[in-house]
């Protein structure tokens, strides 16, 4: 679940934030991908409801930027595009500790051709990453430049787990198109931080956040590139939420608590109750056109998919536009459109089609 700042669009007399039990039972506010508020007239009532409560802070729900892509299924809608499969930590709820792909960087030529062809098609969303951490592909500071000149890649995102995220690459992110860092801090204390990332450096972690919150400047917030500064809600955690919110929603843009996901990993058994799942028929991430591409140039359609199960083809060998338009995707694609993903026998496992 998303946060935001009320009292940046309204005066609050008494600014109070409800317990993360109270705001997940919420109604969300509707935000653009902009973080403005939605002008619907049932939107802005109930946004200006809760700030005459004094509620600060408030759940939120961005709104797709626009409806141009959602149809279309020749070519991906939102792509994570991986610089690296690479990472400095390992995290207990990451797919890293199951990574049986080479953990390696992609050509940096390569990723820049592959975001000419995105660019050429258009998209509604790019992230920069999927389990590596970006900032440590050897070219990261040029794909971002050659990324900057583009202008049909929709919202761009990148994330980082905080430990290169230096004053220098602060600077390289700043003078960006970057739209939001996503921003893994995991955690208030040193000591729930290392129960996620045992050889994690919190301090060093925090002081780079802190930088970023230096150099963006906290005044006139939301302002791009907007901070998503992230925890995910787990045993050794959640006892943080609360605080997590109270800390960062004045100079994050968008303080965030997400949910268990890869609960098939050992680590993760406690996001299976997070939620009731009916039977697996069809798939929300291969109804929504996503697109993963891996490092090693491998593409598939789930993120689940990190070892490569359902694999659709190599952008070292074909376009992404062939790729995408190929029989593997399309038996998938009918699989799913007959309520039968239950058949393909990787998706059998799968713990997370309905997110």
């Known amino acids: 679940m998303e946060f935001f700042d009320l009292s940046r669009y309204y005066q609050i007399e008494a600014p109070a934030i409800p317990k993360f039990s109270e705001l997940r039972k919420m109604k969300p506010v509707q935000m653009t991908q902009e973080l403005k508020l939605v002008e619907d007239p049932d939107n802005l009532a109930y946004a200006q409801e809760l700030a005459s409560r004094n509620v600060v802070v408030v759940p939120i729900r961005r709104m797709p930027p626009s409806s141009r892509y959602l149809e279309r299924i020749s070519f991906p809608r939102r792509i994570l595009f991986e610089m690296t499969s690479k990472c400095n930590y390992l995290c207990r709820m990451c797919p890293q500790n199951n990574l049986k792909r080479p953990r390696m960087d992609m050509e940096g030529s390569l990723y820049r051709k592959v975001i000419d062809e995105i660019d050429s098609y ?15 592909h050897p070219e990261f500071r040029e794909n971002i430049r050659h990324i ?30 970057i739209d939001y860092i996503n921003f893994s801090m995991h955690a208030v204390t040193a000591a729930t931080y290392n129960t996620v990332i045992p050889e994690g450096d919190f301090k060093a972690v925090r002081d780079n956040l802190d930088t970023f919150y230096k150099l963006k400047g906290q005044e006139n917030l939301p302002r791009k590139p907007f901070l998503h500064c992230q925890m995910i809600e787990q045993e050794t955690t959640q006892h943080e939420v609360d605080a997590f919110i109270a800390e960062h929603y004045r100079y994050a843009d968008i303080v965030s608590i997400n949910m268990l996901e890869y609960v098939n990993l050992p680590n993760n058994s406690f996001g299976l109750g997070q939620r009731e799942r009916k039977p697996l028929t069809t798939c929300l991430r291969v ?5 993963f591409i891996c490092s090693n ?3 598939t359609l789930c993120d689940a998919s990190y070892n490569g199960e359902l694999f659709l083809g190599d952008v070292q060998k074909q376009t992404l536009h062939e790729i995408w338009n190929g029989s593997a995707r399309h038996e998938i694609l009918r699989l799913n459109s007959e309520g039968r993903m ?10 997370d089609y309905d997110i």
């Open 122 to 136: 258009g998209i509604e969303g790019i992230w920069l990453y999927h389990l590596g951490e970006s900032l440590l």
């Open 287 to 291: 109804s929504r056109n996503d697109c």
């Open 297 to 299: 140039g491998h593409v």
């Open 342 to 351: 239950a058949e393909v026998e990787f998706c059998t496992t799968c713990t």
């Open 148 to 177: 900057s000149q583009k202008k049909n890649l929709g919202v761009i995102w990148m994330s980082t787990n905080g430990q290169y995220f230096t004053e220098d690459n602060i600077h390289c992110v700043l003078d960006s198109n």
